[in-house]
């Protein structure tokens, strides 16, 4: 495909339940990036995959949220028993190389939690 | 945590207006990036400068930064009604793995 692309687009998930949420990065990008956006802020950085290697986690906001990317291309962002306040959209974002680059972003997965 | 700052929170203009946003950081950066999201898509890269460049152009798009200062500006000339965005500033520091700190962003208004 040309860009990123996410699914769901939109996700509404009874609190407690668990979500996963699918990134498929451009072709060949070496770097993959996700990030949460809450409403009228700007997105906050989750998780870095460098090919199949997640070099840093520093943002996932509990061990509630866990991201892979197993063969280096396509990534799931899986949250276990979410909460009210992981409601959010959740961004994927994938660059070339592991330089610093610009970031190509998906259109998002909005997810509601009730 | 978000790094930047962006002023104003919001902006409303005419069209054939320019508008100007700035945007303030705090750590020593590789490079500053803008980025228009338009309500309830994506983020949409603008343009990229360098921790050694001082301004750069792309279209109707001007981008200055000063590092001493740890400021940018974005200034879009001649605006358009499909201008109308949420800009956001990022700034990609130099330790790290190029991860994206971002403000919370300028809401753009242009009013044909």
């Known amino acids: 495909g040309a860009g990123v692309s996410q699914s769901p687009r939109y996700k509404v998930a009874k609190r407690g339940q668990d979500v996963a949420l699918r990134c498929d990065p451009i072709s060949g990008h070496v770097s993959l990036f996700w990030y949460q956006q809450a409403l009228g802020q700007g997105p906050e950085f989750l998780t870095y995959f460098q090919n199949e290697a997640q070099l840093d986690k520093s943002g996932l906001p509990s061990d509630r949220f866990f991201a892979e990317r197993p063969e280096g291309s396509v990534s799931t962002l899986k949250i276990q028993r979410t909460q009210q306040e992981d409601s959010a959209v959740y961004l994927c974002?994938?660059?070339?190389?592991?330089?610093?680059?610009?970031?190509?972003f998906g259109p998002g997965t909005r997810l509601t939690v009730l | 945590s978000q790094q930047g700052e962006e002023d104003p929170q919001a902006l409303s203009i005419q069209e054939g207006e320019n508008a100007t946003m700035n945007c303030s950081y705090k750590?020593?950066?590789?490079?500053l990036q803008w980025y228009r999201q338009n309500s309830g898509r994506g983020l949409v890269h603008l343009i990229l400068i360098r921790s050694n460049e001082r301004e750069k152009h792309s279209g109707r798009l001007r981008v200055t930064l000063d590092t001493s200062k740890k400021s940018s500006s974005l200034l879009i000339t001649a605006s358009r009604a499909a201008d109308t965005a949420s800009y956001f500033c990022a700034t990609d520091e130099e330790s790290g793995y190029s991860t994206l700190t971002f403000g919370k962003g300028t809401m753009l208004l242009v009013s044909p």
């Open positions: 974002a994938s660059s070339f190389s592991s330089s610093h680059n610009e970031q190509f």
């Open positions: 750590t020593s950066i590789n490079n």
